[in-house]
């Protein structure tokens, strides 16, 4: 029997402390929400916690993450709040191995910027817009379980172009009611980590309780884990002639003696 997955949902929760409606959409907060769709549907197999932006280190310690398997990540309001040395200790442990569920607005965010490479920008409109998802890749680990196609009677749109690297799976496209199309359900290796990021969830709308919405994301929860002895970024070594086992650290570009007069 393999031991629960590890999850941290982190959410930014300031809409849900500075806009009532909100609060009343989601009275545990969307980080509470996310949480307990996780639980839901994985049950004794996750072992789910929630962190927060105005605690200490954001919720994000060395020692939180360590005990991480998989994070997920909402945030809209305030991503210049998330202090650089947060946003570089999450990047650092995906590289080393944790998986990451980027959520909606968390494309913009610190994190999710620094992973990909890019702006991370788009088109958007908030006008209660229907959206539809669709399966792409149905052999996925990530859509099993999900309608084809999935429907959200009302979310934010959210269009092309998205400027994020080409995806190394792409397994779901969403269509909007104005006729946008989106890249909506992308994954990402980097390092020994695994990214998905999954496009629905505004904070105006009730999107993390849609059963659809919760399935995805916790299929994604399962897909994320990394399986290694150790969490570790990967490492430059030098293997000498037909030695594949016992690699040398880096000992710099230039000889310890370069640079000396010869004689």
């Not at 005990?67 to 998330?82: F, K, P, Q, R, Y």
């Not at 897909?223 to 690699?247: H, Q």
């Amino acid at each position: 029997m393999t031991d629960p997955i590890r999850v941290t949902v982190w959410g930014e929760n300031r809409h849900e402390q500075l806009e009532p409606e909100v609060a009343k959409r989601y009275p545990d907060g969307m980080h509470g929400a996310v949480a307990q769709g996780i639980e839901a549907n994985l049950g004794e197999s996750a072992v789910v916690r929630t962190a927060t932006l105005d605690e200490p280190e954001h919720g994000l310690t060395e020692e939180v993450l360590r005990g991480t398997d998989v994070l997920t990540w909402w945030g809209h309001a305030a991503h210049g709040e998330v202090s650089d040395e947060v946003a570089e200790r999450v990047q650092r442990h995906v590289l080393e191995g944790m998986g990451l569920i980027v959520l909606h607005s968390g494309h913009w965010s610190k994190v999710f910027t620094r992973l990909m490479g890019t702006t991370c920008t788009l088109r958007w409109r908030a006008e209660h817009d229907r959206e539809l998802v669709w399966t792409v890749d149905p052999t996925h680990p990530i859509a099993q379980g999900v309608p084809h196609p999935m429907i959200i009677d009302e979310d934010e749109m959210y269009g092309e172009f998205f400027d994020i690297p080409a995806p190394d799976e792409l397994v779901f496209i969403s269509s909007f009611s104005g006729g946008e199309v989106f890249r909506s359900g992308c994954t990402f290796k980097r390092g020994h980590g695994k990214i998905f990021y999954f496009r629905p969830g505004d904070q105006e709308y009730p999107t993390y309780f849609h059963e659809g919405v919760r399935k995805v994301i916790s299929n994604a929860v399962e897909w994320a884990v990394t399986r290694r002895p150790e969490r570790a970024l990967p490492t430059l070594l030098r293997y000498e002639t037909e030695d594949f086992y016992n690699g040398h650290g880096y000992r710099g570009a230039l000889r310890a003696d370069a640079g000396e007069a010869s004689e």
